[in-house]
Structure formats: C-alpha cells, structure tokens
C-alpha cells in the first residue's frame, strides 16, 4: 500500500504525554507501514544558564552544579529513550532512537524537516534537568515546523473514530485537509466538517469545496455543518468530549494571535480532551 507517512517522530521527555504520544506513533505506524523514530535533546544552552556563575570565584561549585545537572539529564534522557525503544517493540513496529543537544523547539523543527509526521503531547516537559511538568516547546514547535503535527492528550487508547475538520478557506486550513487526507487513508473515520461565519452560503461554499476534496481521496459519508457561532464555542457547545480528533490550519507566526485558528487551536490544547491534527 502506497502511503503518504512512512517517517514518524517523536519528540520524547519524561512525562506521561510522550507515553501517550509513542503508542499513538505505533498505532499510525501500523496503519502506514511506517517507522518511528524516538529524538531525546539534551537542552545544553538551558542547562549552562541556569548554572551561569554571577561570579568568578564561583566557577569551581558551579562547574560541580553544571556537570551534576547534565549527568542527571542524561540518565533521565537514558530512560526515556529505552521505554520508547520498549513500547515500539512491544507493539512490534520498526523504531529507531537520537539524541542531539541544543534547543529542543529548534532541534525539533530541523529534524522534523526531513519526516512526514510529528506525533507529540500537547504538554511538553523537555527540560530534563528539572522537575517541572509542563513547558511552552508545543507552540514553538507549531509557529515553526512545515511537518504535520498530531498533538495527543496524557491518555490516549484503541483507534480514532470522530474527526472534526476545521475549514475557513485560509491556505493552511486547505494544507491540513490535504494532509489529513493522506493520514485518513487506512482509517475509516467518522468525519465532520465545520465552517463558522455570519454568511450562511459562503459557510456553505466552503464546505462544498472541502467536501470536494476529501471525495476525491475517496474519504465518503461525512456531514457538513456551517455554523454562525465562533468556531471554539461551536465546538464546546456540539463536539469537545465527543470528538477523537480535531483537524485544523495554523498560520505561521501568527499561532498565539490569529482570530480564527490561533485562539481555537490555543483553547484546543488547554482543553486537553481531543488529540489535534495541525499543519501550516
């Protein structure tokens, strides 16, 4: 079967997400016959500020501190990396581990050039060196890469049923349904599809030209659903808690402050209810 994924990555730290986020690389790696690759980055320029001396008779404890907080990162790294190497075989899917050091956002975007998906948490922890559970490398990773991204909750289980599809006619909207029509291929999904706006008939438009589309990749019997209502209140209101997967465009640069995709994919992932499916 000819498919559009065969090279996945997941971006890996230590917390529940990336768990999460390699056993739903393993199910779409199944469905795609692709391959999996586990990226661990040692985030060397975070670690070397935190322990920057404010003095230089300071330098011999802080070299101590410094190389302690990379030895820790780099067992914790070390983990990581095995239980991903650990849940890929026992789902018996091909995998393959790196480890880099810089600035994990930065690092990420670069590798993922080269790779036809992202599967990732929609919280991160790439700080090795710490015990925080949280940090902000989803949305720079978003605002940069070119490469599809699927963003997974801490939970995640079986295979994904409902897909809503966002459609405001905008280019990155047209780039993820044409990505995700590549992705659907070996599923059979049950897909809707939105378009918000005072407009009833351009709404409508939209949606012929999105439905168009997705029959010609031979994706059938999804229902369309033009909408006045603000796209995050629509999908409060009809479809969060029901809904497996989101589908929608994110402009580059502009993830934080777009009116239609910035604030809707931002409410998105606080929410934390649905896995998203994200392209430029």
């Not at 070390?78 to 393959?96: I, L, N, P, Q, Y």
């Not at 699927?150 to 405001?168: C, E, K, M, N, W």
Request: contains cysteine.
């Amino acid at each position: 079967m000819n498919s559009t994924i065969q090279r996945i990555l997941v971006p890996l730290d230590p917390s529940p997400y990336t768990e999460a986020a390699t056993l739903r690389a393993c199910e779409v790696a199944r469905r795609h016959y692709a391959q999996v690759t586990g990226l661990a980055v040692l985030d060397s320029p975070e670690i070397r500020q935190r322990f920057a001396p404010v003095e230089v008779s300071h330098w011999p404890s802080i070299r101590e501190s410094l190389a302690a907080g990379l030895e820790q990162a780099e067992q914790i790294i070390g983990r990581a990396k095995e239980r991903f190497a650990m849940t890929c075989d026992a789902e018996h899917v091909a995998h393959s581990e790196e480890e880099l050091s810089g600035a994990p956002a930065s690092i990420v975007t670069e590798i993922a050039a080269l790779y036809d998906l992202i599967v990732m948490g929609l919280r991160t922890h790439f700080h090795f060196e710490t015990r925080e559970t949280e940090g902000d490398s989803l949305t720079k990773i978003l605002d940069q890469t070119t490469t599809p991204v699927l963003a997974v909750p801490a939970r995640t289980g079986g295979s994904f049923q409902r897909v809503l599809i966002a459609y405001d006619g905008s280019f990155p909207a047209a780039r993820a349904v044409r990505d995700f029509a590549g992705f659907a291929r070996p599923y059979e999904f049950e897909i809707h599809v939105f378009a918000s706006g005072s407009d009833r008939a351009q709404s409508e438009a939209l949606l012929e030209r999105a439905a168009a589309y997705l029959r010609s990749h031979d994706l059938h019997g999804f229902k369309l659903h033009p909408t006045s209502q603000a796209p995050w209140d629509f999908v409060q209101k009809e479809f969060l808690g029901a809904t497996d997967l989101v589908v929608a465009g994110i402009h580059s640069r502009k993830f934080i402050v777009d009116p239609f995709v910035g604030s809707f994919t931002r409410n998105l992932i606080e929410a934390g209810q649905a896995a998203l499916f994200l392209s430029h």
